[in-house]
């Protein structure tokens, strides 16, 4: 080996070897056989192509912990992002939670007024209770007047339009469980019969009809004679008024008296 050849083979080494080398090669030269000093050369050779690789190992596993930090970069980002989206999900929820607060107390406030309305609903339903009865006992009071201005007219009304002549008084009666608003005997061209009449403030439904209807078949049954019914009304509707007359009932307003 010539000196260039072994100058080449120590620029390959690192600086830091050359030195020591150098000495060393100093030392051998008149005492290193040639056999030992090309074993010498292979033997810098081979730690030359050593380090090589370790350089290149150095170079990937640089580049390696290059990659990785990056992916620790990516992976941090990705935890910020993820750390970003719970912090919306935790406001979502706290703006739910807020939103659930405010509808339950809505929910609470409905409920109380539910509850007042309701009371008022009680009061109202008591008020109207005392009002029917209030309406009930003066439609009572106006019945009862209405009755008793009819027993004043009605023997001469009678008389004077429909002919007939009442045989006794008048009165209110009670036949086979059934209330009689007028009950009289009467008589029309030599044959008697028995008045059956009902006090209707208003002749407006099919009801009251069917109901003098009921009276006036009881009657029938045990008195076993003829019967006049007859309806003694403030006000009746034109269409009842027209079903009572085709059916035979005497119709009176009481401004007819």
Known sequence: MDAFELLEAFEELPAELRPPLMKIVKVLQDTVKREDFLSLRETVSTLAEAQKK????????????????????????????LAQRVDELTQRVDQLAQRMDELTQRVDQLAEAQRRTEEEIKKLASGLQRVRKEVGGL?????????????????????????????????????????????AKVEKDGEEAFLVGESVLRL???GKLRQ?????????????????????????????LDKAREAGVIVIQTFEF
Do not use: C
Not at 57 to 73: F, G, H, I
Not at 212 to 240: C, D, G, M
């Open 139 to 183: 439609s009572r009071s106006v019945a009862y007047a209405l009755e008793n201005e009819a027993f004043r007219h009605l023997p001469r009304f009678l008389g004077e339009r429909f002919g007939y002549k009442v045989l006794d008084r008048i009165v209110r009666a009670e036949i086979a469980g059934e209330e009689i608003n007028f009950f």
């Open 212 to 240: 003098l209807w009921r009276k006036v078949e009881v009657v029938k049954e045990e008195k076993r004679a003829q019967v006049v019914p007859l309806i003694v009304t403030h006000f009746a509707t034109q269409k009842l």
């Open 204 to 206: 407006d439904d099919m």
């Open 54 to 81: 370790t350089e290149e190992n150095l170079s990937l596993l640089t580049q390696r912990v290059d990659q990785l930090a990056q992916r620790m970069d990516e992976l941090t980002q990705r935890v910020d992002q």
